[in-house]
């Protein structure tokens, strides 16, 4: 029996080059044991990284990194590389399981080539890089490696197009685990499974028609095979697809049953798969809440399509769901463009469009919200979660350029409820009317309610809801940030000093009625869950410029920024009750 590897000594891939196949193979056994012992108490992308173990030590093994390059997408399935990489010690000690990101970062490693969270760039990217090293001469192989549904996205398609035209070293690696986050969607699916069937032989080859060599290697988790493919197409003077059946989740039976669930996961129970930690009388969020709420609207109305770009969980669509749901549920795969304009058509159609984005991967289809819904008036209605400062907090993931990004596009209505009963009502008046393209923001995470909520029939046009009326100070508190407003006149009514409290509900067009009414404040206050620069805050500044009332903008800087403690950031942009108390006491 061979004995244990001491995976504290491999510090960079020269160490793993020494091995033989055998040695190999043990490696990746003990790696995965690693990172499901950490994956187990630490969370993170279980699914992803446990399928790719043996296709990255083949990759460093064959391929002389860093000198050769690889572009690894989306890059959730990188925790193996970067085991090789100088970094295994993040991976096998608690104590330092917080010192990488769980992307690629230049910042901690020359092996690490971009910050990468979103999908479907690398062949772009590597494709680029191939025609720098062409013009300078250069000799190194450029590898990029795609899947996890990544090849659904229109730049990916774009980057393999650009890609067969090199005529020079240019090596694809198609990660094909049968899976996105959820099932894959899409044409180009249908054909891996073709070609899965038959070891590679089918045509139509997708890959072939555009100009690659192409390669498959059946049993993608073994090494041997691997290093054989990986060794024949090394230095290659063409462009040249090599496409890899892996299993996604190898080697934990849970994520192997249970792909989608364990695409992703926090702390959990190895045997059981059951979450550690969990609060079962936690209070319910927004992607629960509206996959209830669709459901329901979809039922009572034949035309309402709710519409996912990859990502169904987020709009609280389980797999029952999406089934009780049928032909009125549409997944596009990882395709946020094309989400969008498939829900243009829709509304052009008749239909009554609803799609669901995370914050930060709405930003990948600025031009069809732009263009193909407000230029072109369809009345789809569009809903954002984790658009907040409270919600993924990677620098890849950020939630809180959505303000500014959509809100000053012409005809785009942007509001922001601040409870789950105004959220309703947006939704239900949004699906309802036919005339404007609406987006919703959903408050942070957790559904909150407020009964005493004014709502409206109509939000087609700015009213702002004076929620208390008081003197010299108006803070005006968008989404989230109302209720952080609302705490803050509370702690100043203590003082015995009595402001106006205002909730907007439209981040897009200003109630210029109401502000007029403020012009002879001392001070208006406003706080937003996003970036001050070009965000509502400075809308209202700008509108009362000319007035003698002083206008203070809180919110957040733009700035990358990289896991930040969310209570510090808060503190720091003076964003707590306390401080805007104190704000509003010192203007």
């Known amino acids: 029996m061979m004995k244990d590897i001491d995976l504290s000594a491999i510090k960079t891939p020269a160490d793993i080059r020494k091995m033989n196949v055998e040695e190999l193979t043990q490696l990746a056994a003990e790696m ?3 990172l499901m012992d950490k994956l187990s108490v ?4 279980v699914g992803p990284n446990l399928g790719m173990v043996e296709a990255v030590i083949a990759l460093h093994y064959v391929f002389n990194t860093p000198e050769d390059k690889i572009v690894f997408d989306v890059s959730h399935q990188t925790y193996p590389h970067k085991m090789i990489t100088g970094r295994m010690q993040a991976f096998t000690d608690p104590a330092h399981y917080d010192d990488v990101t769980g992307y690629t970062n230049p910042a901690e490693s020359d092996y690490d080539l971009y910050s990468l ?3 479907s760039s690398a062949v772009a990217l590597a494709a680029g890089l191939a025609k720098a090293r062409d013009l300078q001469g250069g000799k190194e192989n ?7 549904g990544s090849l659904s996205g229109g730049v990916a398609f774009e980057g393999l197009d650009y890609g067969a035209t090199l005529d020079s070293n240019f090596i694809v690696i198609v990660n094909d685990n049968q899976m996105s986050i959820a099932e894959n969607h899409g044409g180009i699916y249908d054909n891996l499974q073709l070609l899965r069937n038959t070891n590679g032989t089918a045509e139509p080859n997708l890959f072939r028609a555009m100009g690659y060599a192409y390669h498959y290697v059946n049993y993608g988790n073994d090494i041997k095979s691997l290093i054989e493919m990986f060794r024949a197409v090394k230095d290659t003077d063409r462009p040249v697809v090599v496409h890899i059946n892996t299993m996604k989740g190898l080697g934990l039976a849970v994520a192997e049953a249970d792909k989608e669930t364990f695409h992703f996961s926090a702390p959990f129970d190895l045997k059981t798969g059951a979450l550690l930690n ?33 990502t169904p969980g ?4 389980d797999k029952a769901r999406r089934e009780e749901a049928g032909r009125q549920f549409v997944d596009v795969g990882i395709a946020e463009q094309a989400a969008i304009d498939v829900a243009s058509g829709l509304a052009k159609g008749g239909m009554r469009p609803v799609v669901g984005f995370v914050s930060s991967f709405l930003q ?30 990677d620098e890849t993931h950020l939630g809180f350029f959505d303000i500014a990004l959509l809100s000053n596009i012409p005809g785009l209505l942007y509001l922001a409820p601040t409870c789950k009963e105004e959220f309703d009502s947006m939704l239900a008046w949004s699906v309802r009317q036919t005339e404007l393209p609406v987006v919703i923001r959903t408050p942070g995470c957790v559904a909150v309610s407020n009964p005493a909520m004014q709502l409206l029939d109509d939000y087609s046009k700015p009213k702002y809801e004076i929620a208390r009326q008081g003197e010299g100070v108006a803070l005006i508190g968008a989404g989230l940030m109302f209720g952080i407003m609302q705490q803050a006149a509370d702690l100043l009514a203590k003082e015995g000093v009595n402001v106006t409290l205002i909730n907007p509900r439209n981040l897009s067009t200003l109630d210029t009625d109401t502000l007029d009414t403020l012009k002879g404040y001392k001070a208006v206050i406003t706080a937003e869950d996003g970036i001050v620069d070009g965000g509502f805050g400075q809308k209202v500044a700008s509108y009362l410029g000319e007035s003698p009332v002083k206008v203070i903008n809180l919110g957040l800087p733009k700035e990358f920024l990289n896991r930040y403690n969310y209570a510090a950031l808060q503190q720091k942009c003076g964003l707590t009750p306390e401080q805007i108390a104190q704000t509003a006491i010192n203007a």
């Open 117 to 119: 969270g979103h999908t």
């Open 278 to 310: 969990e609060q079962h009388d936690a209070p319910e969020d927004y992607s629960e809440h509206f996959g209830k709420k669709m459901l329901s609207m979809m039922k009572e109305n034949g035309n309402v399509v709710t519409i996912t770009a990859g």
């Open 32 to 34: 995965r044991g690693a």
């Open 314 to 317: 987020v709009l609280g669509f």
């Open 364 to 393: 990948r289809a600025y031009d069809q919200f732009s263009q193909d819904i407000a230029l072109n008036h369809q009345a789809a209605t569009f809903v954002v979660f984790y658009g907040t400062m409270f919600g993924m907090n």
């Open 142 to 148: 450029v590898v990029a490696v795609i899947g996890d």
């Open 42 to 45: 630490h969370g993170g992308h």
